[in-house]
């Protein structure tokens, strides 16, 4: 199976395949991480997903503290230049303390995203970013948005990085950077589980700016391959641990994963591929990001890519939502 579809990312000049790697788990054991991770399946992964036609990479320099990006440039390092995928990355949270008991913070003081930026480059091996996003706005004391996004506005002006896009924003937000310099790309969560995102993305599709959306298989959950045995097994460094999706609705999310069998069955594929191609099915959303462990864990997600779920199809995910009451926001992308 191939990634064959190209869809624009916004007005970047990008063409993006519908489904990216996300590099989450490339960042092996940190506190807010899925455990240990083998840094050879790591960059077999990310070949395998190019080599099935995925064009880009997300990634951050929390996940792992550092060590997500060096993965992402030891398997770049590997790949010919003509198919090197575009590289996304972000700023806004440091790290104090040793790995496994550091505190994450929130920081988007001017001179700190540039020093980020130049530490992600040299992590990642290469000479610009293609897309530079704000993961998350700051918390107290905040820098305002006006100011952190003034310096976003200057690097993309600078041609230090490509693109610029801000991660877990509100339309509020949104309208406020806008106003100082267009924002590229938005990156919400989405999936049939986690559903309250769909106002921004239809804001950014208003505004030409392209939507890759995290989360779509809800870190594991509609996969058909969680459990609530497996639940009790992960590890106590998995960060699953302290969602609400795992522990308080677990039960109407792993029904929800079930519902999606017989879709999946129709189509010939996975439930992963189902749970990607729904969100995929959202007007304004460009591209989902998927992670994988191991190259075959890409295969078990890349039809998503390509599987155009059909009214049916969607009025059968939206009657199981209903019917198991997993997550809240609206059931269906519009007809």
Not at 158 to 175: F, M, P, Y
Not at 231 to 241: C, Q
Request: hydrophobic content about 40%; charged content about 20%; overall charge negative.
């Amino acid at each position: 199976m191939q990634a064959t579809s190209r869809r624009a990312l916004g007005s970047t000049g990008m063409e993006i395949s519908r489904v990216g790697f996300g590099a989450w788990a490339t960042g092996g054991h940190w506190r807010h991480g899925w455990g240990p991770q083998d840094d050879g399946e790591s960059v077999a992964a990310i070949g395998c997903a190019v080599a099935a036609g995925v064009n880009w990479i997300d990634t951050a320099p929390v996940y792992g503290l550092g060590h997500s990006e060096q993965v992402v440039g030891s398997a770049l390092a590997d790949l010919p230049g003509d198919v090197r995928p575009y590289v996304f990355t972000k700023c806004g949270l440091l790290w104090d303390g040793p790995k496994g008991n550091e505190e994450v913070r929130r920081s988007l003081e001017p001179a700190g995203i540039r020093r980020e930026l130049e530490s992600s480059l040299r992590r990642l091996r290469i000479d610009a970013v293609d897309l530079y996003q704000v993961h998350w706005p700051p918390e107290e004391p905040p820098t305002p948005l006006e100011e952190y996004w003034q310096t976003m506005v200057d690097l993309r002006r600078e041609g230090k990085v490509r693109a610029i896009g801000l991660s877990n924003h509100d339309i509020g937000q949104l309208t406020t950077a806008e106003e100082i310099g267009h924002v590229d790309v938005l990156q919400p969560p989405l999936s049939a589980i986690r559903r309250d995102a769909t106002a921004e993305i239809a804001w950014c599709a208003q505004r030409d700016t392209g939507v890759i959306i995290y989360s779509p298989m809800q870190s594991g959950l509609l996969t058909g391959a969680f459990s609530a045995e497996r639940m009790s097994k992960l590890p106590a460094g998995d960060s699953r641990h302290h969602q609400d999706c795992f522990t308080t609705g677990l039960d109407a999310n792993l029904a929800l994963a079930d519902a999606l069998a017989p879709i999946a069955d129709r189509h010939g594929v996975t439930r992963a591929a189902v749970a990607i191609a729904w969100t995929l099915a959202w007007q304004g959303v460009t591209g989902a990001i998927v992670g994988a462990r191991n190259p075959a864990q890409v295969n078990g997600w890349i039809a998503g890519a390509e599987l155009r779920l059909n009214d049916s199809d969607l009025d059968e995910v939206a009657a199981a939502i209903r019917r198991t009451g997993a997550g809240a926001g609206p059931d269906r992308p519009p007809s």
